[in-house]
């Protein structure tokens, strides 16, 4: 009645709480527990196994005779599961009461039975073995070890549970996710490109391998068993699982793998509560996550073009250990770093000037040798993050995301001492010390280190609000003050990737800098005094060096410095324009105009424009259109579309938004030069063609706004160019419907011109001539859309005003196209065009005939003479030029006519009109071709050379072959006096060089290398544009196979067999100016490859040297007998180019290889075999050359000079230094076996290299001297930039001498090899920076 009462699901009920009651869940765990350990037949087990374990416990292979075939996974894996749920202290006591008792049932079976826990021990070994062939089941066998590890309790029987080998195999199991393991696996059947010997490969290739989802299970098992576990009872395991888990955090197959990884690395490190130990375990941590964060513990990844996804992953995971172990145990890791401070400097309480201990600092300048770092085994932290910056690969990617690291860890370190409010001096202190070491490491001989050091600078900057503990604006401003301090000191760095860095640093310091208002007052005073925190801040001399920098970065960089000063000065201190000329010139960017790279080019535009939108005015308006407008026609084409879209930022987009009673153009419009406007017409055309003529009918439409305000408002002379140009060539573009409605508006303008024209005082002629030809233009686009009334209308005042000579000579040409156009597009107008030509003719050859025979001029000859070469150029210009006006022309030009009115400028007329005349008739061209060439004589005025040379450029292109054989006249003209005629006669050879209507040789060649050292700057522009851009890209080895002629041309020598060059070309000699020929072998070896030096080489010693030895077959050329003959000067030349360092390579294989790079590796780059091996065949191969080839013919010269006295002993002498100079060590094999001139030369090279370090000595005393001299004058910073005759910049007439092989303006000292601290060196002076150093010394020289 009861049960039927209650009913069944209460009985259920019932039954399920008694069973979970404690006492009662307890012993249904360990029934659990006894049934999963009862179907692994611990009485099977033998108890020689036990022995057998303890006594192979240092074996890897274990034979423990241990029957597992009975055991699955399943039940290893409900053993572990159970096992893990074992809970409770009664449940645990009982459960290790079970396991002490013996394992038989049995005793008379064994006489010393094993216990359960010592059976299940060994079965546990056995199963986890490296014998196991089912991977599962020992990955299965190990997670129940660790779950039997984790037993409450275990700690009483660690003696028997805890087993290095079986420990040791259960963490093999985790070995699928280790990257390292599959790539070997991967490498099995290649064993000879796996280092590790054949049995392994074997062992791996035979062995089967266990899922990953199992050996994650059992990496998140050992992860829960470590946070379960206090390491400090057990330093042994702790061990084993550290050195594993650090394994999975550096090789990971996958990102959970690292993350899980490095979670068990946090839970060792939780676990260490003794602080001793804990200390310990967490430097043993941080050392194992060193290689992780710089992405280095796979050294072959550093040569790929990108960071791997598994490095990747790597970094995130060990980044998160290290910040999670600073958050969680910060006192720790400070406390180890005040003890390691108070051993190695000064007590904490012992402070100058009553300053607390790590807030402010009295002198933490660049250099302070004064300060005792901190021992890396007192402080794991420090100690990391030096190892850090010393060990990341010198690769971009992986510098940037080390420096990211390190910053996140200092910030979590400030982070963390200013929740606690505590001390937050010790944090201070620490951030100090680091930025110590970086400092040091600025001046380190790595390239890599002082690079990497400018990264973590940059990093800083950006984060330096979270790099104080206190809020507080001045601790924030002192610390950007000296990191800005460090980057200045690096902007004249010897190497361009640090320089550049540095400066484009500098230019976001000053943006951080200028983020809050303490700042700001800083830069006011600093930009008003010149001077920020230890250094003189001189914008634009900084500016200046890395906009003429050689290396393309640095000039990138430079203009990033620009825009952040141009932002820093206008934005955010508010200074107004006149500031920001006078202490920043914005005419500094044109050092930049016409850069040879393309990434600077594209920062011009953006900085340029941004000039204009920080600074309107008139100056940012021209320089604008100088810098940008040209680059619209860029051959690159990203630098085209940049400069295109900025040009429709700029022009466009304001020109669509004027109003319709607007009379005013963008102002960047305003004011336009002639250049400025052919480039703007030239830019604009592009950009329609770009735009697809999207943009026509609209700019149509506002332009036709603006003409018509023009003609209502204003008189013609204010009309301005800009706007009737763009309205061409809108209507160029445009269809013909769309420009109908213009024509009687543009006839509008000409007739209110035409007519308004006398009326208009004191007007620019010039200009005003230029706007009759724009509106001309325009309407000569429109002609179809008037009516034939207003057409013939316009045809006769045209014509009339022709027949008048009344248009000047710019209008001329435009009205007699318009003239042709109506003739041929309206039909009423023909008759009326005809009857004028007709008389026209009788007119002009009247007038000119009239001249001729009487001297009498009526009217506007030279506009007479103008209009015949136009109407020669027609296609009917033999019916309109007669015979009888060709022969008065060619009477004027050769100046037959004895009249005083005969100027030059109508002389200059005649010759034009003649040469447009020849361009329609052959045979008029070949008859005249010669008085041409005769009027380039030095006699005649400018006018006429000028006329004449441009006139057979014309003929050059139409008739290259009449042309061809008066090319050397022509090119003497580059030696002319008047600097606009070289500049022409340059433009012009360059042009048809460009186009191959001449060839580059003979006396072209020689003569346009004199070019190069051309002394005004446009002209040599235009020569080096040419030789590098066109002839050099042309024909590559153009100079190669002439570099001696030129040598030999240079300096007027024809006394070589081989080398005529200089013959014809006396004039072009340069003998007595060895400056200019510097200049020329700089230029020429810059554009010479690797492989065409070692040709140019061989050609100085085999050909040019070897003709002055005894030549079997031939005479011997005669030594010269002085230095300042032409052959002296020769001879000098060649020895000085054999040994000057742009021909170094030619001799030293590690040059050799690194030709061509943007820097030389530095020392923590990764060597490469097969660079290595490369290397080693280069060496010999030039070894091999120098022996056969070289030595030789130096030698045997080297005998002749002595037996004849030469004075050229010395020189050859220091050309076979530097030739010999890597091979220094085996002299006397490379001499032939001739050892006292071995000797001889390893003395010189011993005097040399001793010489160079005292000169270095005394160089450093001296500085030395003069600061002590200028710190005990007290003399005000003024008084010590005294110039000197020693700072004079050397004279053009120097010669070009060699740079020492030994010379590095960076540092003298060489980094100490310990990976704790970098040994400051000696830093050269920055450029742009008035130190106190350069000072002092300049004023120690004035005071002896």
């Known amino acids: 009645l009861w049960l039927k009462h209650v009913g069944q699901a209460s009985i259920q009920h019932v039954v399920t709480r008694w069973a979970n009651m404690p006492e009662h869940a307890c012993e249904k765990q360990l029934r659990n527990v006894k049934a999963s350990v009862h179907h692994l037949r611990l009485e099977a087990v033998p108890g ?66 094993i216990t359960r826990l010592q059976a299940l021990v060994a079965t546990f070994a056995q199963v986890t073995g490296p014998e196991s062939l089912e991977p599962d089941l020992s990955i299965a066998g190990g997670m129940a070890y660790l779950s039997l590890l ?51 490969q074997q062992d791996l290739a035979k062995r089967p391998v266990a899922s990953l989802s199992s050996a994650l299970e059992l990496l998140q098992v050992l992860v829960q068993f470590l946070r379960a576990t206090s390491v400090d009872e057990y330093p042994e395991l702790t061990a084993l699982a550290m050195a594993e888990l650090a394994a999975l955090v550096s090789f990971p197959t ?53 960071v791997p996804k598994h490095l990747q992953e790597s970094r995130t995971a060990a980044l998160g250990l290290v910040r999670g172990i600073v958050r969680g145990r910060l006192d720790i890791l400070l406390a180890a770093h005040a003890g390691s401070r108070q051993k190695k400097g000064k007590p904490a309480e012992e402070h100058s000037d009553g300053e607390e201990a790590g807030h402010g600092r009295s002198d933490n300048r660049i250099g302070d040798k004064h300060k005792q770092p901190a021992s890396g085994a007192d402080d794991p932290l420090l100690a990391l993050l030096q190892l850090m910056c010393v060990l990341v690969p010198d690769r971009a990617e992986w510098r940037i995301a080390c420096a990211d690291a390190i910053i996140s860890v200092l910030t979590d370190i400030v982070a963390g ?19 110590d070491f970086v400092e040091r490491l600025m001046q380190s001989e790595r390239v890599g280190s002082r690079v990497f050091a400018v990264d973590v600078l940059v990093a800083a900057l950006d984060n330096t609000a979270a790099l104080t503990t206190i809020e507080s604006v001045e601790e924030r401003a002192c610390l950007d003050i000296r990191l800005f301090e460090g980057l200045l000191v690096r902007c004249s760095d010897a190497f361009p990737s640090v320089r550049g860095r540095a400066l484009a640093a500098a230019a976001a310091a000053l943006v951080s800098i200028s983020g809050y208002e303490h700042g700001k007052q800083l830069l006011r005073s600093a930009f008003s005094e010149g001077m920020l925190g230890h250094v003189h801040l001189d914008l634009v001399e900084l500016f200046r060096a890395a906009a ?129 406007l052919e480039y703007l017409r030239r830019a604009i055309r592009n950009f329609l063609l770009q735009s697809q003529a999207t ?58 011109f035409d007519g308004g024209e006398a009326g208009i005082p004191s007007r620019p002629l010039q200009r005003v001539s230029r706007l009759g030809v724009q509106i001309l233009n325009v309407l000569g686009h429109v002609i179809s859309g008037l009516a034939s009334s207003k057409a013939c209308h316009l045809a006769r005042s045209l014509c009339g005003r022709l027949a008048a000579f009344a248009l000047p000579a710019d209008e001329v040409r435009t009205a007699l196209r318009v003239v042709e156009q109506l003739h041929h597009g309206v039909a009423a107008c023909r008759a009326q065009v005809e009857a004028w030509r007709d008389a026209t003719q009788k007119t002009l050859e009247s007038m000119l005939l009239t001249y001729v025979r009487k001297g009498e001029a009526t009217g506007a000859l030279d506009t007479c003479i103008f209009m015949l070469g136009e109407l020669g150029l027609e296609e009917d210009g033999e019916v309109v030029v007669s015979a009888r006006i060709v022969s008065a022309l060619q009477s004027i030009c050769a100046g037959d006519v004895d009249l005083s009115n005969c ?6 007329h005649a010759i034009a009109a003649l040469g447009k005349i020849c361009l329609r008739r052959d045979a008029l061209a070949k008859q005249s071709i010669e008085l041409f060439v005769c009027h380039l004589s030095s006699k005649e005025p400018f006018v006429i050379r000028n006329n004449s040379l441009v006139i057979l450029g014309d003929l050059c292109v139409r008739y290259t072959s009449v042309v061809d054989r008066f090319l050397p006249a022509i090119s003497d003209l580059l030696r002319d006096p008047n600097e606009l005629l070289r500049k022409q006669v340059a433009l012009m050879l360059s042009s048809l060089l460009a186009e191959s209507y001449v060839k580059f040789r003979g006396p072209l060649l020689f003569r346009f290398v004199y070019a190069l050292s051309e002394t005004s700057t446009a002209v040599r522009h235009i020569i080096e544009c040419t030789c590098k851009e066109i002839l050099h890209r042309q024909h590559p080895a153009v100079f190669t196979s002439s570099f001696v002629d030129v040598v030999c041309m240079l300096n007027g020598w024809t006394g070589h067999p081989a080398y005529q060059g200089a013959a014809g070309n006396e004039a072009f000699s340069l003998c007595s100016e060895p400056g200019r020929r510097a200049v020329i072998y700089r230029f020429l070896l810059s554009l010479l490859t690797v492989g065409q030096k070692f040709q140019v080489c061989s050609q100085m010693v085999t050909s040019f040297l070897a003709a002055f030895t005894e030549v079997e077959g031939r005479g011997r050329v005669r030594l010269p007998q002085h230095l300042q003959g032409q052959g002296g000067q020769t001879l000098s030349d060649i020895l000085i180019l054999l040994a000057c360092k742009e ?67 010395g020189p050859l002498q220091h050309c076979l230094c530097e030739i010999l100079f890597e091979f220094k060590e085996e002299l006397a094999d490379v001499l032939g076996g001739d050892k006292e001139l071995a000797g001889e030369v390893a003395f010189d090279m011993h005097k040399r290299a001793r010489a160079q370090t005292v000169d270095k000595s005394k160089q450093a005393a001296t500085d030395n001297e003069a600061s002590r001299v200028a710190v005990d004058s007290g003399l005000p910073q003024d008084a010590m930039e005294e110039d000197t005759f020693e700072d004079a910049p050397a004279s053009d007439t120097e010669t070009y001498e060699p740079t020492s092989r030994d010379d590095k303006p960076v540092a003298t000292r060489r980094v100490t090899r310990s990976m704790m601290r970098v040994e400051p060196a000696v830093v050269s002076p920055p450029m742009g920076l008035a130190s106190a150093a350069e000072r002092s010394a300049r004023k120690a020289r004035r005071l002896r």
Not at 633 to 639: N, P, Q, T, Y
Not at 903 to 908: A, D, F, K
């Open 48 to 113: 020689r196994a036990w022995s057998s374990l303890r006594e192979q416990a240092a074996s890897l292979a274990l034979a423990l005779d241990v029957d597992s075939d009975h055991i699955s996974v399943a039940g290893l894996r409900t053993i572990a599961e159970r096992l893990g749920n074992l809970r409770g202290d009664a449940a645990s006591d009982g459960f290790w009461d079970w396991m002490a008792e013996s394992a038989l049932t049995d005793l008379s079976v064994e006489p010393s039975p």
């Open 695 to 752: 943009a026509v009918s609209p700019m149509l439409k506002s332009l036709a706004v603006l003409v018509k305000s023009f003609i209502r408002e204003l008189p013609p002379a204010a009309w301005p160019p800009a706007a009737w140009l763009l309205l061409e060539e809108c209507i160029a573009k445009c269809r013909a419907e769309d420009s109908h409605g213009l024509a009687e508006l543009v006839l509008q303008a000409w007739s209110f």
């Open 254 to 306: 996958e990102g959970s793998v690292s993350r899980i990884a490095a979670e068990g690395l946090g839970a060792v490190v939780a676990g260490a509560q003794d602080p001793k130990k804990a200390r310990s375990t967490i430097s043993a941590v941080l050392r194992a996550t060193l290689m992780p964060l710089v992405m280095a513990q796979d050294k072959a990844a550093t040569s790929l073009a990108s």
């Open 150 to 200: 984790r037993v409450p309790g275990a700690s009483r029987s660690w003696g028997i549970l805890f087993q290095t080998v079986v420990f040791r195999n259960v963490l093999r199991g985790l070995s699928p996710l280790r990257l390292e393991t599959t790539r070997r696996r991967a490498q099995a059947l290649a064993p000879d490109e796996v280092a590790d010997g054949p049995e392994l």
């Open 417 to 435: 001492r200013r929740e606690s409010a505590a001390k937050p001096q010790e944090c201070t202190a620490f951030v100090e010390t680091f930025l």
């Open 1143 to 1209: 021909m170094r390579v030619c001799f030293s294989s590690k040059l050799a290889s690194q030709a061509g790079e943007e820097e030389v590796p530095t020392q923590g780059a990764v060597a490469d075999p097969e660079v290595e091996t490369a290397r080693g065949a280069l060496s010999g191969m030039l070894r091999k050359v120098i022996c056969e080839n070289v030595a030789p013919v130096l030698v045997q010269l080297k005998r002749v000079m002595e037996a004849e006295r030469s004075t050229f002993i």
């Open 903 to 908: 100027t030059s400028r109508l002389r200059g």
């Open 548 to 676: 003429t920098d050689e290396k393309a970065h640095s000039r990138r960089a430079a203009l990033s410095f620009f825009e952040a000063c141009l932002r820093v000065l206008r934005t955010a201190l508010g200074f107004d324009q006149h500031f920001v000329d006078e202490h920043f010139p914005c005419e500094l960017l044109l050092l930049l105009e016409c850069d040879e790279s393309v990434m600077v080019r594209k920062a011009l535009i953006s900085s340029s424009t941004l000039l204009l939108q920080l600074c309107p005015s008139s100056q940012a308006f021209a320089l604008w259109r100088r810098l940008v407008l040209p680059l619209a026609l860029d051959v690159e084409k990203s630098v085209a579309e940049r400069a295109l879209q900025e040009l429709e930022a700029v022009i466009v987009v304001p020109l669509l938004r004027l109003g319709p009673e607007s009379v005013e153009l963008p102002p960047v419009l305003t004011d336009m030069a002639y250049d400025d």
